[in-house]
């Protein structure tokens, strides 16, 4: 049954005259031997996925036979084989169909297993997307060092945030019982080149840095291993106290600092390749050094140190906000920023895309550019905490692109500070919080499957078109016919603008309903925190609507750099699309459009949900290309998004039209 569960990665039968061809291209696969566990896991899949497509497996051959899969690397010295090997780096790869000893074969080449694997992934992809196998010559390096998932997983397997069912890691059984979904979670995640995973929640218990949850940890690291993917830890601040009985946690602290580096050496006993600690202090509640007057650059610093002498980083987050402030948009930025320069090398201050939470739209977060002697991280949430969980059909790669590509007006795109070349860094790092979970189809639905793969195809090169990454996924995992696959590409690029539209227009922010996030409630101002009620962020009253974060304001927006400060400090050269996150305007104040705002807010939520209609009536049309299976559940998921796109706009035209007193302009309907 097509249920989903295999990912991109389905290596359905072909039809019948590409069948011949394929297996002309791969008639056997020739590599060094004894082969290692890595190259081993690429053979078994470059087996796996040609027996789907044709019905045979290609032998492991030590013979250059004519119609070779050739995994080549310098080692091997394969007589007459011509690779520019200094250009593909530690894990690129190259892809060529040529000519090798006088024999037609497919040569996929790499400096390492890992990049032989990444290649071989990326030969399947090619196959499945009906590239012509005679002319293949391609090749791709990684742009970012680490490329990893952030598991919100609790110990208990609850998964916050999580919209998929249960965590995968089965903490009872381990480390004796293995699932075999862990390695079909490997396969995929190296299929995109996924090289690192964080186990368990930021929000996390000491107790996963106890002997027993290391053990567990080290299984699933070994599991991960041939795949190329490290284990990574959240790590609670706090642990000395909790787990090591010490007075305190202060960072400044001998015994606190004995009791990390002892249980480093612990840990990287237990996990030889260990991958490092992420850390979420001093926010929402989390213990961190400012509980005893220390700040960021000192608790993080403390965690290098122990990790230093076994290699792994820290990856410090930058997620702070305290109800004091004035904005709590800006507090990351005056916390950071001053500690530019003072983290140590094997420290990583992990950044989310914007500065409030993961909504449907948010300027780029302003420490991106501005901490030039600190490599950042970007954290990027794959699991649609604001976005409609995974009911909604919303496809992230926009979102991503966009944030990357936004031109931090400091020499360069986001992309470029994250990739390291704007500011000459070498650790480099991407983290995607995971959106995985027991799911039959892993991700809730099976378009949230996308958001996974396009994360993944994006930290590898985050200069990738989201369009281009879309109709590779449409290809692999529904159809190959053109018209339809671009019929489905359309359908989720246009899916993250409907959302936007519906949810939060014009650069409104945070309207979700209390705790869960998933509804409306734009109305809500009476929590514990301020700066928790959507109240604070939208402002609506009689006068008019949005956060004023211009010098009038908060002047968060002073944050940014020069030049786009002074354009996004002017209503006039703000993007309709942040107008309301920078500026408090009148009711009447005239859009580009030339309608009211007033107007242009309720056309934008009736164009999110005429545009949730398009994306059903698109859908529908697939039927014929589409397993009747997964077409109905997708069919059915719209269905709710339809429906619940209206509860959006007419929840929040409503809510604003009683704070602006305003009629509804004239021509607009009664909700339908
Ligand atoms: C959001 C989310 C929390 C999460 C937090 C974080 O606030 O709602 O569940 O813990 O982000 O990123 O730390």
Same mark, same amino acid.
């Given at each position: 049954?097509?249920? /989903?569960?295999? @990912?991109?990665?389905?290596?359905?039968?072909?039809?019948?005259?590409?069948?011949?061809?394929?297996? !002309?291209?791969?008639?056997?696969?020739?590599?060094?031997?004894?082969?290692?566990?890595?190259?081993?896991?690429?053979?078994?899949?470059?087996?796996?996925?040609?027996?789907?497509?044709?019905?045979?497996?290609?032998?492991?051959?030590?013979?250059?036979?004519?119609? *070779?899969?050739?995994?080549?690397?310098?080692?091997?010295?394969?007589?007459?084989?011509?690779? =520019?090997?200094?250009?593909?780096?530690?894990?690129?790869?190259?892809?060529?169909?040529?000519?090798?000893?006088?024999?037609?074969?497919?040569?996929? $080449?790499?400096?390492?297993?890992?990049?032989?694997?990444?290649?071989?992934?990326?030969?399947?992809?090619?196959?499945?997307?009906?590239?012509?196998?005679?002319? @293949?010559?391609?090749?791709?390096?990684?742009?970012?060092?680490?490329?990893?998932?952030?598991?919100?997983?609790?110990?208990?397997?609850?998964?916050?945030?999580?919209? !998929?069912?249960?965590? @995968?890691?089965?903490?009872?059984?381990?480390?004796?019982?293995?699932?075999?979904?862990?390695?079909?979670?490997?396969?995929? +995640?190296?299929?995109?080149?996924?090289?690192?995973?964080?186990?368990?929640?930021? +929000?996390?218990?000491?107790?996963?840095?106890?002997?027993?949850?290391?053990? %567990? $940890?080290?299984?699933?690291?070994?599991?991960?291993?041939?795949?190329?993917? %490290?284990?990574?830890?959240?790590?609670?601040?706090?642990?000395?106290?909790?787990? &090591?009985?010490?007075?305190?946690?202060?960072?400044?602290?001998?015994?606190?600092?004995?009791?990390?580096?002892?249980?480093?050496?612990?840990?990287?006993?237990?996990? =030889?390749?260990?991958?490092?600690?992420?850390?979420?202090?001093?926010?929402?509640?989390?213990?961190?050094?400012?509980?005893?007057?220390? +700040?960021?650059?000192?608790?993080?610093?403390?965690?290098?140190?122990?990790? $230093? =002498?076994?290699?792994?980083?820290?990856?410090?987050? *930058?997620?702070?906000?305290?109800?004091?402030?004035?904005?709590?948009?800006?507090?990351?930025?005056?916390?950071?920023?001053?500690?530019?320069?003072?983290?140590?090398?094997?420290?990583?201050?992990?950044?989310?895309?914007?500065?409030?939470?993961?909504?449907?739209?948010?300027?780029? #977060?302003?420490?991106? /550019? $501005?901490?030039? %002697?600190?490599? @950042?991280?970007?954290?990027?949430?794959?699991?649609?905490?604001?976005?409609?969980?995974?009911?909604?059909?919303?496809?992230?790669?926009?979102?991503?692109?966009?944030?990357?590509?936004?031109?931090?007006?400091?020499?360069?795109?986001?992309?470029?500070?994250?990739?390291?070349?704007?500011?000459?860094?070498?650790?480099?790092?991407?983290? &995607?919080?995971?959106?995985?979970?027991?799911?039959?189809?892993?991700?809730?639905?099976?378009?949230?499957?996308?958001?996974?793969?396009?994360? /993944?195809?994006?930290?590898?090169?985050?200069?990738?078109?989201?369009?281009?990454?879309?109709?590779?996924?449409?290809?692999?995992?529904?159809?190959?016919?053109?018209?339809?696959?671009?019929?489905?590409?359309?359908?989720?690029?246009?899916?993250?603008?409907?959302?936007?539209?519906?949810?939060?227009?014009? &650069?409104?922010?945070?309207?979700?309903?209390?705790?869960?996030?998933?509804?409306?409630?734009?109305?809500? +101002?009476?929590?514990?925190?301020?700066?928790?009620?959507?109240?604070?962020?939208?402002?609506?009253?009689?006068?008019?609507?949005?956060?004023?974060?211009?010098?009038? /304001?908060?002047?968060?927006?002073?944050?940014?750099? =020069?030049?786009?400060?002074?354009?996004?400090?002017?209503?006039?050269?703000?993007?309709?699309?942040?107008?309301?996150?920078?500026? #408090?305007?009148?009711?009447?104040?005239?859009?580009?459009?030339?309608?009211?705002?007033?107007?242009?807010?309720? !056309?934008?939520?009736?164009?999110?949900?005429?545009?949730?209609?398009?994306?059903?009536?698109?859908?529908?049309?697939?039927?014929?290309?589409?397993?009747?299976?997964?077409?109905?559940?997708?069919?059915?998921?719209?269905?709710?998004?339809?429906?619940?796109?209206?509860?959006?706009?007419?929840?929040?035209?409503?809510?604003?039209?009683?704070?602006?007193?305003?009629?509804?302009?004239?021509?607009?309907?009664?909700? *339908?």
């Amino acid at each position: 049954a097509e249920d /989903g569960y295999d @990912l991109w990665l389905r290596y359905r039968p072909v039809p019948a005259e590409v069948r011949g061809v394929l297996q !002309a291209r791969a008639r056997a696969i020739v590599a060094a031997t004894p082969t290692t566990p890595v190259l081993q896991a690429a053979v078994a899949e470059l087996q796996r996925g040609v027996q789907g497509m044709t019905g045979k497996a290609p032998a492991l051959s030590t013979r250059l036979v004519p119609g *070779a899969l050739v995994l080549a690397t310098p080692a091997q010295a394969l007589a007459g084989l011509d690779v =520019p090997w200094a250009d593909l780096g530690r894990e690129g790869w190259l892809l060529r169909s040529q000519k090798l000893q006088g024999r037609d074969v497919t040569v996929i $080449a790499a400096n390492s297993d890992a990049g032989l694997l990444y290649g071989s992934f990326a030969w399947l992809r090619a196959v499945q997307t009906g590239a012509n196998l005679a002319r @293949l010559d391609q090749r791709s390096v990684p742009k970012v060092g680490l490329r990893l998932l952030n598991h919100w997983d609790n110990l208990d397997r609850h998964v916050e945030r999580g919209y !998929a069912g249960a965590s @995968l890691w089965d903490w009872w059984k381990l480390p004796d019982i293995l699932d075999a979904r862990y390695t079909d979670y490997a396969r995929a +995640n190296a299929s995109l080149g996924i090289n690192g995973t964080v186990l368990n929640n930021v +929000n996390s218990k000491a107790d996963s840095l106890t002997a027993p949850y290391l053990a %567990k $940890a080290a299984a699933l690291a070994g599991v991960f291993r041939p795949y190329g993917i %490290k284990v990574y830890l959240s790590a609670r601040f706090s642990a000395p106290r909790e787990l &090591g009985g010490l007075k305190t946690s202060d960072p400044l602290d001998p015994a606190v600092r004995a009791w990390w580096k002892a249980k480093a050496d612990e840990i990287y006993k237990t996990i =030889p390749d260990f991958g490092g600690f992420l850390v979420k202090a001093n926010s929402e509640g989390q213990p961190g050094p400012q509980d005893y007057g220390r +700040n960021h650059a000192d608790g993080a610093n403390m965690l290098a140190e122990a990790l $230093a =002498p076994h290699g792994g980083v820290v990856m410090w987050r *930058a997620f702070v906000y305290a109800p004091e402030a004035k904005d709590r948009a800006a507090q990351a930025f005056d916390e950071f920023q001053p500690l530019d320069g003072k983290f140590a090398p094997n420290v990583i201050v992990q950044v989310k895309n914007g500065a409030i939470d993961f909504q449907p739209r948010e300027p780029f #977060h302003p420490l991106f /550019g $501005a901490m030039p %002697k600190t490599p @950042l991280a970007l954290e990027l949430q794959i699991t649609k905490e604001y976005l409609g969980f995974a009911t909604h059909l919303v496809h992230l790669g926009p979102l991503f692109e966009e944030v990357l590509q936004a031109d931090t007006h400091r020499g360069g795109t986001v992309a470029r500070v994250v990739d390291g070349s704007l500011h000459g860094h070498k650790l480099t790092a991407v983290a &995607g919080v995971a959106n995985i979970g027991t799911d039959r189809n892993w991700s809730g639905s099976q378009f949230d499957q996308a958001n996974w793969y396009a994360f /993944g195809r994006m930290a590898w090169d985050p200069d990738l078109k989201a369009a281009a990454v879309a109709r590779e996924w449409a290809a692999q995992t529904f159809t190959n016919k053109a018209a339809s696959r671009d019929a489905i590409v359309d359908l989720m690029l246009a899916s993250r603008e409907a959302v936007v539209d519906y949810m939060t227009p014009l &650069g409104l922010h945070h309207l979700m309903d209390t705790g869960h996030h998933y509804g409306p409630g734009p109305w809500v +101002n009476d929590l514990e925190r301020a700066d928790w009620n959507p109240t604070y962020f939208h402002r609506a009253a009689r006068d008019g609507i949005g956060f004023d974060r211009t010098r009038t /304001g908060s002047n968060a927006v002073a944050q940014y750099a =020069p030049a786009l400060a002074r354009l996004w400090s002017d209503p006039r050269t703000t993007p309709p699309e942040l107008l309301l996150w920078f500026h #408090h305007l009148p009711w009447d104040h005239a859009m580009p459009s030339g309608r009211t705002l007033w107007a242009e807010l309720i !056309a934008r939520y009736d164009a999110g949900v005429a545009s949730v209609d398009d994306m059903g009536r698109r859908w529908a049309g697939l039927r014929a290309d589409i397993d009747p299976e997964r077409h109905a559940e997708v069919t059915a998921y719209l269905a709710v998004q339809a429906r619940e796109a209206r509860w959006w706009r007419d929840a929040c035209i409503a809510y604003f039209q009683s704070v602006s007193g305003l009629p509804l302009p004239a021509g607009t309907r009664p909700p *339908a």
